[in-house]
Every structure is written in structure tokens, then in C-alpha cells.
């Protein structure tokens, strides 16, 4: 791959030879270069990821990214690439930028405790992830679907509850306004951090933050 190119996209190279069915966009043929199938890719602020076939010079364009070959149609000459949308956001370790929702984020299913998955994301010069709006859950939604459920149940997010005046923060002081508690959750005074839980479709639930699970770090754009 050009320099060029290694500007804008990136290769996933264990992602070869084979496309996804999955947050499918559109299919553009004889795009001649990948540079121009990135381009595309980069026009359009809901793509965050292309397929492109060396030999058939196919493009398609995808509204998420991919972690493994779950749903994976096996065809040969098939390459994978994230799109990469603002140089803040590091795609070349792990980040993802989604450009409609303006968040830049990398999930980990290491199993930590909040305060572990604090200093976890600021050695990545990040933070525990903010999802306040509905568009940045589902954006992270959608990217954690696609992970293997095998080793973890949730993932902890950039929010915790004052138990003194009983009310929910942001990790940058600012009130929960947007939240996606799931109904059923009892919000014990005990549990004040909040998990991503993916058997109730990654709705939140609050825990102890002791607890270990995943986390999702964030990038300030």
C-alpha cells in the first residue's frame, strides 16, 4: 500500500479475502485504484470502512468496523480498510472515528476494574468513553455487536453516580441528560459506575466499580 493511501485508510491485513454482509452501504465497481475507493469512503461521513478486490476493482463501503470474519462472504482478491477521518484519532491503534457522531473510540474486553480501565485509557491518551446522545450509543453499539461475546458481559463507560445528591455525571463534570439505563435496572446506592451490558443489547446498568469488564476509551476530537 502507497504512503499515500496509508494516510487515509488502514489495512487490516488478517481481514483478507473475504467481505462482510453486515452495516453494508453500497458496492461501486471498477473503481480502478484504492485510493479512489477510499475517497469515496471518506465523501461520504457515514462510511467508516471499505472493501476493496485487487482483482475485480469492486468497492464497498460499510457503516462500521470489523474485529473478525463473523458473516464473511470467502471470495478471493478481497482487502479490508478502516477509513481514517481526523489524524487525532490513532485507527493504527485500534481507534475507531466514526465522523458523523465526532467521536473517535477503542473497546477492549480486557476484564478491569473501573479504575484500571481509567488508567488503561490514559495510557492510550484517552478517557472512558461519553455516549451522550443516542447517536454515539448506537455508534458503539454497533461496533460491540461485532465483538466476541465470549469473555466479558459489559463495558464500562465515562459515567458515575454523586451520592451526594444522588445524580449522574459525566467524567468531564457535565450531567447525564442522554442515558440508556436499561428499565430493569435497580440502581443500587452501591453501584455507582455504568456498564455497557451486552445481554440486554449493551443498554446500561449500573455496578460496583470494582467489577471487572470491558471499557470503551474515547479520544476528544
Known sequence: MSTIVQMFAFEDGHLAGGYSTQNFMETMNNIRLLMLCVEICLRNIACMSVFYNTVTRACRLHSNVFYNSDFFVSETGWHYYRAVGDPKCDVYNGFVHQRDAGLCYRAESDLLTKTLSDSACSARNSTLAILNSEKKQNVVVGTLSLMSRESFVGFYIGATLNTGNSQWYWRDATLLVYNAFDAA?????????????????????????????????????
Open 185 to 221: 435496572d435497580d440502581k443500587l446506592v452501591s453501584e455507582t459506575c455504568v456498564l455497557m451490558v451486552a445481554d440486554v443489547s449493551y443498554k446500561w446498568y449500573s455496578e460496583a466499580c470494582t467489577y471487572t469488564a470491558g471499557y470503551v476509551c474515547e479520544v476528544d476530537l
